[in-house]
């Protein structure tokens, strides 16, 4: 079964620039990663959350690389998600038999462990990894609260269709769509959330019709896929002054108040090279909330 979302693949042309980005607005570090043959990677690094997730930063000039492919069509930006599974034979069969076609081969031993890659067409844009690691090979303590970062809290997904995402992984990867909100962005929004496992982590599956919205526009400009990150903090103010003392604007140059699910503000992607960035402290009430230690 999926046990939890295991890492963002986040295709960039500069691991390093990536890498100061994330440490100066955001207090992530990151850790040095070699090369991946699966992904044909030339490097890398791993920003640890501390609900047990990573985003890894990945760059390549292997020309048919799947991040140079993604890059070359798309721009920077989230290219997958990494599944955890304890039993990718039974994962890549319930795949197979849901109609997608792999052989095989598809599964592939590596390093870190057996896995398999679900290409974007079959899940809205989404590009899957699945992956049993193997003994250690994924280990990294994220230090806690580090720089009043209390967790990923979710990955937006935009897409034209939610209940035909919601189908794809439920079918694809057992994973069972959460209640649906239609009195979102005054009625020009609906939304669902899925849950992989992880501590209060989902993908934030979203469809929404508004002429400036923002899923709307990366729909127009990029199509169906991984839209934004949502970092959820201590402490909202403390984590903007610690965007806008990099010199780094906010969107629309605010924090949001009037949101249902917290208090929030956006990085745009052209300042965290190559995606939007969402910061999050929910409320007491919010469906995110986690008590403070």
């Not at 207090?27 to 070699?34: I, V």
């Not at 989230?78 to 849901?98: G, K, M, N, P, T």
């Not at 896929?225 to 604007?249: F, N, S, W, Y």
């Amino acid at each position: 079964m999926i046990c939890g979302l295991l890492y963002v693949g986040f295709a960039v042309e500069s691991v390093n620039a990536t890498r100061r980005a994330f440490k100066g607005l955001f207090g992530l570090p990151g850790e040095h990663m070699p090369p991946d043959p699966f992904l044909e990677t030339d490097g890398g690094a791993r920003l640890a959350f501390p609900n047990e997730c990573w985003l890894y930063v990945m760059e390549s000039q292997q020309p048919d690389s799947p991040v140079r492919r993604f890059i070359n069509g798309r721009g920077p930006g989230l290219e997958r998600i990494a599944f955890l599974s304890d039993d990718i034979e039974a994962e890549f069969q319930r795949v197979r038999h849901a109609g997608v076609p792999l052989d095989d081969a598809a599964v592939v031993d590596t390093p870190w462990g057996r896995r398999f890659f679900v290409a974007g067409e079959f899940v809205s844009g989404v590009g899957v990894e699945v992956i049993q690691p193997a003994p250690v090979a994924w280990e990294f303590d994220a230090p806690a609260n580090c720089s009043g970062v209390l967790g990923l809290q979710h990955i937006g997904v935009a897409v034209r269709d939610v209940d035909a995402t919601c189908n794809a992984f439920a079918h694809l990867f057992d994973l069972q769509p959460g209640e649906l909100r239609t009195d979102q962005h005054e009625g020009e929004q609906k939304d669902v959330m899925i849950e992989p496992g992880n501590d209060r982590l989902w993908l934030h599956v979203t469809q929404s019709w508004g002429e400036n919205a923002r899923v709307r526009q990366f729909l127009d400009d990029k199509g169906e896929g991984l839209e934004h990150l949502c970092i959820e903090v201590d402490d909202i103010r403390a984590a903007v002054k610690m965007v806008t003392g990099q010199g780094v604007p906010l969107f629309d140059h605010r924090i949001f108040t009037n949101r249902p699910d917290g208090f929030e503000a956006f990085v745009c992607p052209e300042h965290s090279t190559g995606v939007t960035v969402e910061l999050i402290e929910p409320y007491l009430t919010s469906r995110g909330y986690r008590e403070r230690r």
